[in-house]
């Protein structure tokens, strides 16, 4: 969750399904072709994986525990317990099986005061696999600091990787490693769809800017995520690194449908941290997937301002219309090894 905060200060900073009427800021009149291509440089990771974990449906929120604790990134927020959570309509599965976790947008509250929100990991750790994530839509807006991850138990020595996250407008999402020294960022011979935001992943409290990497494409946060009914994110972890996907609602290959993914089949990876830089057995074990809106804090409170928002970020808190979008709208979440 700690970004790379220092590159987007200086930038300038999109769900519309189901609801969302806002207009779009600016129209962009191309879109990258299409990733579902075959990857010259994809290097030999063909294998068949086997489905075994499916985070889908009325038992989706069964396979996470809720984190009751201060927000660690310093948000302005209250994460709620599960009782809490699905009694404030926080958290709940919708009749057509879609699980939604949201922000509170009813209630006013006095500036400084924390909003109610929704932080979960899941109960199983993980050292490896292939991640497919199918998001309807998911958070934005101003102060809001939506994210999709894991981590390790102690952080960062047992690592960090961010594979959707951003903070109020921003136009396109950010991939994101955090690691003990002795991890840097390498994509080898792979062609990676996304610009080299830095290189050096060790992190600490006093420095978290990690190693990453930050997209072209509109469709991959926020709003411009939603206006195209979302999409999956994949992330396939294993000894020769890390590789990330992002696959538009219309790009969705036919294998994830089928439940047989293939990556060698998907293209150039959006993110890439090559094994060859990075031991992947000493810098990352035991993660939780994360799933977490936090408001403001280290990353939101840092940017408000530059990002175009009106007010303060501790103002934008207190107004329950700034968080009608602030909802994440998961299909599944599946677990290949």
Known sequence: MF???????????????????????????????SRI???????????????????????FLNGWDFFTGADPTQGSVRYLSKAEATAKGLAFVQKDGTTVLAVDDKNFLPIGAPRDSVRISTKKQYNGGLFIADFFA??????????????????????????????????????????????????????VASKVLGKQCASSANSNTGCG???????????GFNLVAGGVYAHLWNGDGIKVWHFARNEIPNDIKNKAPNPSSWGPPVAFWSSSSCDMASHFRDHKLVLDTTLCGQFGGATFSKDGCPGSCAQAVTDPNNYKFAKWKLNYIAVYQ
Not at 44 to 50: E, L, P, Q
């Open 213 to 223: 990497f930050l997209d072209t494409d509109t469709r991959t946060y926020g709003r």
């Open 138 to 191: 998911m958070p934005h807006g101003c102060s809001v600091w939506p994210a999709y991850w894991s981590l390790g138990p102690v952080w960062p020595q047992d690592g960090e990787i961010d594979i959707l996250e951003g903070v109020h407008n921003q136009p396109t999402n950010q991939y994101t490693v955090h690691t003990s020294a002795g991890c840097t960022l390498s994509t080898g011979n792979v062609q």
């Open 37 to 59: 291509l075959q990857n010259r440089n994809a290097g030999n990771f063909s294998k068949t994986f086997t489905l075994t974990d499916m985070y889908t449906g009325t038992g």
């Open 3 to 33: 970004l790379l905060i220092t590159f987007l200060l200086s930038c300038t900073c999109l769900c519309a399904v189901a609801g969302d009427a806002q207009t779009p800021p600016f129209h962009r009149s191309w879109t990258r072709p």
